[in-house]
């Protein structure tokens, strides 16, 4: 029923489904790009549209009461930034607990432009041995959904040339707030 509402509600908002429920168990689904609060709502409407449960990764102060509770129940796993800790190894763990993980990661980290994207999704993916699953929105096209995986090759050039190909003509809501598509760490490779 939720999956035929969200198909529904997406359709009556004038957006398109494209790609197919991903066939793994388990994944990272990054979100990109991501310069919009609109996004949030609709990544969740995309996910229960192709039936995926999916957690989410969201500051602490989301989840205080009295809309705590109800974050949680859309799948949102506190996240404390000022905190030193080890995120990574926490959430591959996670992914060692729960064979049916599907951890939502915005790449960008947030909402404005960014010069080079956030590595975790990298890093859990790779230490999880996950694949990376690429989920978009592109609101040039009102068209969404999901892209066939890729498993890390430890490349770090090479499987981020392929997030760029993907990602390539796609745009956010706010254009101007899409950085490129890069890791820091590609540098090293060079």
Same mark, same amino acid.
């Given at each position: 029923?939720?999956?035929?509402?969200? /198909?529904?509600? $997406?359709? %009556?908002? =004038?957006?398109?489904?494209? =790609? *197919?429920?991903?066939?793994?168990?388990?994944? *990272?689904?990054? !979100?990109?790009?991501?310069?919009?609060?609109?996004?949030?709502?609709?990544?969740?409407?995309?996910?229960? !549209?192709?039936?995926?449960? *999916?957690?989410?990764?969201?500051?602490?102060?989301?989840?205080?009461?009295?809309?705590?509770?109800?974050?949680?129940?859309?799948?949102?796993?506190?996240?404390?930034?000022? @905190?030193? =800790?080890?995120?990574? !190894?926490?959430?591959?763990?996670?992914?060692? %607990?729960?064979?049916? $993980?599907?951890?939502?990661?915005?790449?960008?980290?947030?909402?404005? @432009?960014?010069?080079?994207?956030?590595?975790?999704?990298?890093?859990? !993916? /790779?230490?999880?041995?996950?694949?990376?699953?690429?989920?978009?929105?592109?609101?040039? /096209?009102? @068209?969404?959904?999901?892209?066939?995986?890729?498993?890390?090759?430890?490349?770090?050039?090479?499987?981020?040339?392929?997030? @760029?190909?993907?990602?390539?003509?796609?745009?956010?809501?706010?254009?101007?707030?899409?950085?490129?598509?890069?890791?820091?760490?590609?540098?090293?490779?060079?």
């Amino acid at each position: 029923m939720k999956q035929k509402i969200a /198909r529904w509600l $997406l359709r %009556r908002a =004038g957006w398109s489904l494209e =790609g *197919v429920r991903p066939a793994h168990a388990r994944y *990272v689904l990054i !979100a990109a790009p991501h310069t919009s609060n609109w996004d949030f709502p609709l990544m969740l409407l995309y996910a229960a !549209a192709f039936d995926i449960q *999916v957690r989410w990764m969201g500051k602490h102060s989301l989840f205080a009461w009295p809309a705590g509770w109800f974050m949680r129940k859309l799948g949102g796993m506190p996240i404390v930034r000022h @905190r030193s =800790g080890n995120l990574v !190894a926490s959430l591959v763990e996670a992914f060692q %607990r729960h064979p049916g $993980l599907v951890l939502v990661v915005p790449t960008e980290g947030t909402r404005d @432009r960014a010069e080079y994207w956030k590595s975790g999704f990298y890093h859990i !993916a /790779r230490q999880a041995r996950v694949p990376i699953v690429p989920s978009f929105l592109d609101f040039s /096209r009102k @068209r969404g959904g999901f892209g066939p995986s890729l498993i890390t090759t430890g490349d770090v050039v090479a499987d981020m040339q392929y997030f @760029r190909e993907f990602y390539a003509g796609m745009a956010g809501k706010f254009p101007a707030n899409v950085g490129p598509i890069r890791l820091r760490e590609e540098a090293d490779q060079r």
